[in-house]
């Protein structure tokens, strides 16, 4: 292992700065290495959300429950959640299939200073067990799943979790009218421009990432969301084409 390698100061995000082959979109060490900016700099309203996880958290977790952030990457959410849970006795569980996430993501939990232990799980959200849950967050993480497979998992969620738990479900979304999508995506393209990345970089994870993140309409997300056995959905954060949900089990 290289220092680079060991290193977790995140870097600038020059991935696809230069012409590649195309490929589809892993994560793996080299996206692990530059997450905390790619992701700033390329998901409009990413900044917002991840203080306002600590505080959705602190309003439903529950004590004596397990909270878990699946898709945990370097575990920006699962700290916020760790922060925003107001009891000792909870179990807080970060999980993700990425190794080269994982490895990085315990770094950045030891270096935080709150007392409240976290598990990390490199596995598969898909396989994972839960139970007796309060706040389960995917942020952006479900986009990833095949969209024939997101019933199932959002269904186990929803059994695992307590009346009055919630999960936390931030996307990507397409519209589904076409003047829309166009504008939507053409702001994003902007908001990318003005973080720094070039029409080059833009196109070039745009064809990367087209084939493994496939956006859904809000309107399937919430129909989902209830069919799956959550009783109340709402928004509480958009910006263009990316969006959080609360997804509420009633008392
Ligand atoms: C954050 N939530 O910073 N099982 C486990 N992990 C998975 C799976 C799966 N089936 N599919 C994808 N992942 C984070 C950001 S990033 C979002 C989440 C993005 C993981 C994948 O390895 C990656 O770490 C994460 O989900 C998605 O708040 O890159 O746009």
Same mark, same amino acid.
């Given at each position: 292992?290289?220092?680079?390698?060991?290193?977790?100061?995140?870097?600038?995000?020059?991935?696809? =700065? @230069?012409?590649?082959?195309?490929?589809?979109?892993?994560?793996?060490?080299?996206? =692990?290495?530059?997450?905390?900016?790619?992701?700033?700099?390329?998901?409009?309203?990413?900044?917002?959300?991840?203080?306002?996880?600590?505080?959705?958290?602190?309003?439903?977790?529950?004590?004596?429950?397990?909270?878990?952030?699946?898709? /945990? %990457?370097?575990?920006?959410? @699962?700290?916020?959640?760790?922060?925003?849970?107001?009891?000792?006795? /909870?179990?807080?569980?970060?999980?993700?299939? %990425?190794?080269?996430?994982?490895?990085?993501?315990?770094?950045?939990?030891?270096?935080?200073?709150?007392?409240?232990?976290?598990?990390?799980?490199?596995?598969?959200?898909?396989?994972?067990?839960?139970?007796?849950?309060?706040?389960? @967050?995917?942020?952006?993480?479900?986009?990833?799943?095949?969209?024939?497979?997101?019933?199932?998992?959002? $269904?186990?969620?929803?059994?695992?979790? $307590?009346?009055?738990?919630?999960?936390?479900?931030?996307?990507?979304?397409?519209?589904?009218?076409?003047?829309?999508?166009?504008?939507?995506?053409?702001?994003?393209?902007?908001?990318?421009?003005?973080?720094?990345? %070039?029409?080059?970089?833009?196109?070039?994870?745009?064809?990367?990432?087209?084939?493994?993140?496939?956006?859904?309409?809000?309107? =399937?997300?919430?129909?989902?969301?209830?069919?799956?056995?959550?009783?109340?959905?709402?928004?509480?954060?958009?910006?263009?084409?990316?969006?959080?949900?609360? =997804?509420?089990?009633?008392?």
């Amino acid at each position: 292992m290289s220092n680079s390698d060991r290193t977790i100061e995140p870097l600038t995000d020059r991935l696809f =700065a @230069t012409e590649r082959q195309p490929e589809d979109f892993r994560f793996d060490a080299a996206v =692990a290495r530059v997450f905390p900016d790619m992701i700033r700099r390329s998901v409009p309203g990413y900044t917002t959300i991840i203080p306002m996880i600590e505080v959705i958290t602190e309003q439903y977790a529950q004590a004596g429950s397990n909270c878990y952030d699946l898709g /945990c %990457s370097l575990g920006a959410s @699962t700290l916020a959640m760790r922060h925003g849970i107001p009891f000792g006795d /909870c179990s807080l569980v970060g999980i993700d299939n %990425s190794t080269a996430m994982i490895e990085r993501c315990e770094h950045y939990i030891a270096l935080d200073d709150n007392p409240l232990p976290v598990t990390l799980r490199c596995e598969n959200i898909q396989q994972t067990e839960l139970s007796d849950a309060s706040v389960t @967050t995917l942020n952006f993480t479900l986009q990833f799943v095949p969209p024939e497979e997101r019933g199932d998992l959002l $269904r186990r969620i929803a059994k695992a979790t $307590r009346p009055g738990g919630v999960l936390i479900l931030s996307e990507k979304i397409r519209f589904e009218s076409e003047g829309e999508q166009a504008t939507q995506t053409r702001l994003h393209h902007e908001f990318k421009r003005a973080n720094g990345y %070039s029409d080059l970089e833009i196109s070039q994870k745009r064809s990367a990432i087209e084939q493994v993140l496939i956006p859904e309409t809000l309107n =399937a997300h919430k129909q989902r969301l209830k069919d799956s056995g959550f009783d109340r959905v709402l928004v509480w954060y958009q910006c263009f084409n990316f969006v959080s949900m609360l =997804a509420i089990k009633a008392d």
